[in-house]
């Protein structure tokens, strides 16, 4: 393909890439914790979509996370968690340890609180078990992470900070791997408020309006791509005496 044809071409799939983080944000803008994708687009090089004076095509750059925190919205519910701050849950997988702000647990068949996915939730010291003549009623949930059953302590949630949480992949069921060059950190400016969730931080407004601008731009690339094949279509056509 010529290199206008290519700009075009590589401006698509940007787009198309940002438009899938749309409809993931749109399809968890009511999961708990849930944290917005986003997709930076930068211009390309001037008049490359439509020949001298059209639109830049756009080029991919970094795709990135927003941690902005969410809304906390009271539920009354015991098992209900939310983190204040910049830490992170742990609950455990066949794949290793999982980060995550979504703390609407409950409890396994075993007594052992997992998240919505039947995860292990991580204690300082492993599972937390709660006795089944507690009950989620039962249970106090302190600032710090700790859990108890009346005067019982049943463990402490082990609640995690990154320096770069922009380093995090996301995982999955609203949750984030660490690569090995970001550590986990005992969480020292992270608190927890039972009964309440922290809502995702979507915007459905400004998604559908980011929606919308790149369908625009993605219609306008095709339509470009598409004159640029019948000129070229042409041209051929000329040069082979068809015409």
């Known amino acids: 393909m010529s290199g206008p044809t290519n700009v075009n071409a590589a401006g698509m799939g ?4 940002q438009y899938e983080a749309i409809a993931h944000n749109l399809a968890n803008a009511s999961t708990p914790g849930y944290k917005r994708l986003f997709c930076t687009l930068v211009g390309g090089a001037p008049g490359a979509a439509g020949g001298p004076g059209g639109a ?15 809304a906390i919205v009271h539920t009354g519910r015991p098992l209900d968690l939310a983190l204040h701050g910049k830490g992170f849950f742990v609950v455990e997988t066949p794949q290793g340890e999982r980060y995550t702000r979504n703390g609407t647990f409950q409890t396994s068949a075993q007594g052992q609180l ?5 995860r292990t939730v991580a204690g300082d010291a492993g599972p937390i078990v709660i006795p089944r003549t507690a009950g989620e009623a039962g249970v106090s949930v302190a600032a710090d992470g700790r859990i108890q059953a009346g005067s019982t302590v049943l463990g402490k949630l ?11 992949v996301p995982a999955g069921e609203g ?3 660490a690569p090995r060059t970001a550590a986990p950190l005992p969480a020292a ?6 009964g309440f969730q ?39 056509q000329v040069a082979m005496g068809n015409v």
């Open 56 to 70: 830049a095509a756009p080029i991919l750059g970094e795709s990135s996370v927003d941690f902005t925190q969410g």
């Open 14 to 17: 940007a787009l198309g890439r």
């Open 189 to 194: 400016k992270t608190t927890v408020q039972q």
């Open 198 to 236: 922290e809502a995702s931080n979507v915007s459905v407004v400004n998604e559908l309006v980011g929606l919308i601008t790149v369908t625009r731009l993605y219609e306008a690339n095709a339509n470009i791509m598409n004159k640029r094949g019948e000129m070229a279509k042409t041209i051929i």
């Open 158 to 168: 082990r609640i995690v900070e990154f320096e770069k949480p922009e380093a995090l």
């Open 175 to 177: 949750s984030f791997r």
């Open 114 to 118: 997992v998240d919505s996915g039947g």
